[in-house]
Structures are given as structure tokens and as C-alpha cells.
């Protein structure tokens, strides 16, 4: 196995969608959603809320959590979301539908989140990575947050990085988030072994991309989500067939 091919093959296609020019994020493939998530200059709160969200239920569902309290709310200023109460949330998140999978859990992390950005950042969550900081310092930030652990982290920063075109001073501290994907395509490629942990596969990126080990994130995701699915994986459509170890015992 050339690790170094599979590598470059990944680089590539991430470097690609990071020189990208920016559009709009489809987070959820849902416009009036989408643009709330998008709006970076007067709601970055809630692209900060969405990122909370996304746990043990499909992105997308997750994703769309901040604009389903927008509607009920009739807005979703931080001056309106800072005069809820914990009841309040929890009835925002759990009627007339549960908005997730744990509706107690998730509300007291979504109003925890409102609490620190208004405590912290004056009610302004683009200060968690305005003014062209480190990436760890970024990915800190966001770790202060109660439920967000190095996955979520991680991913926020690199969104920023890749997709908003934020500017930071380096990127080597946005590493790979190893979900079910990620950890599966690394498997498969022969990066890792089957029973990788999240911090075997973290650390392998960051051994083969040092610079910033989560641009090679989207692409794996994609090709886990897309094709080298956990049951029929699609390996003909894939673009890493032909470097793939797997993908040619198949063959």
C-alpha cells in the first residue's frame, strides 16, 4: 500500500474544496435554514447552536435545530434567546415535536451555549474566531462550550477554515473528526486498522498531514457517506478505487 499516494489523492481533493470560492453552505438542504446558518454577520450564534446539535441524530435533522426555534420564536436575535428560560427551551426543543433524539440533554447544552456567548463574547459568537487567531485557539474556544468535545471542535474550525473562509494564523491544530465515516474510510484505505479508535485515526492524520490533518476530513466523510458505505459500498464510483486496498480485493 503507497500511503503517501493515498494521502496526496486525499490532500488533493480537500485542497480543492478549500481554494473553493465561498457559497452557501446547504447544512440542512433546507434554503430558509441554510441562510440562517449562513448569516456569519448577524446570527454567527447560530451556526455555534448548530454545531452543538449535531449528535446521535442525522446532520441534516440537527442542523436545522436553530431555525426550528427561530420560527417559533418569530426571530432569532441573542437579545430574544438570552430572556429564555431553561423550561423554555425545553419546551422549544420537545413541542409539538421532540427537535432531537434527547431533548433534556440537548436543551440544557443549547441554553448553556446561549449563556456563554453572552457571558464571553458580549452576545457576539463571531469573537470565538474574529481577528486571525491560532487554530487552537479556536478549537479551545469552542471546547469551552459544555457538551463539545474535540469531534465537535474540530469540525466547527475546520467549516470556518473551509467553507467560511475564515482566516487563521495556522491550521495545524483542526484535526480529522473521526466519525462513523471517517474511521471506517480509514480502515478500508488501510490507514488504520478495522478497530481503529477516534484517537488512533486522529493521530494518523496528523502523522500523514501535519500542517492540518483535517483537510483531509470532508473528503473521507464524503466518500464514506457517498460510496464506501458500512453495507454494499459502491467502490466502482469511488475516486480512490484505484489506490484503494480494499476496492481492488474486491476486484
Known sequence: ???????????????????????????TKRPEADRLLNDLATHPHAFVLACLMDRQIKAEKAWAI??????????FSMETLCQLSPADVNR?????????RF???MSGLFRSAIQRINRQYANNAARLWTGNPPSAE???????????GPKIASMATNILARD?????ADHFSIDISADVHIRRV???LGLCAADATVEQVIYKAKALYPEFPGM??????????????????ECSACYMKELCPTANAKT
Open 1 to 27: 500500500m503507497n500511503e503517501k499516494a493515498i494521502r496526496d489523492s486525499l490532500v488533493e481533493h480537500g485542497q480543492k474544496l478549500f481554494r473553493a470560492p465561498r457559497d452557501l453552505i446547504q447544512f
Open 216 to 233: 483531509m476530513d470532508l473528503p473521507c466523510w464524503e466518500i464514506g457517506r457517498n460510496w464506501c458505505k458500512a453495507r454494499g459500498p
Open 103 to 105: 431533548v433534556d440533554i
Open 66 to 75: 436553530p431555525y426550528e426555534i427561530s420560527q417559533k420564536l418569530g426571530g
Open 164 to 168: 467560511f473562509k475564515i482566516p487563521f
Open 92 to 100: 422549544l426543543m420537545s413541542q409539538p415535536k421532540p427537535l432531537h
Open 138 to 148: 479556536v478549537v479551545y474556544r469552542f471546547l469551552e462550550f459544555n457538551g463539545a
Open 186 to 188: 480509514f480502515a478500508r
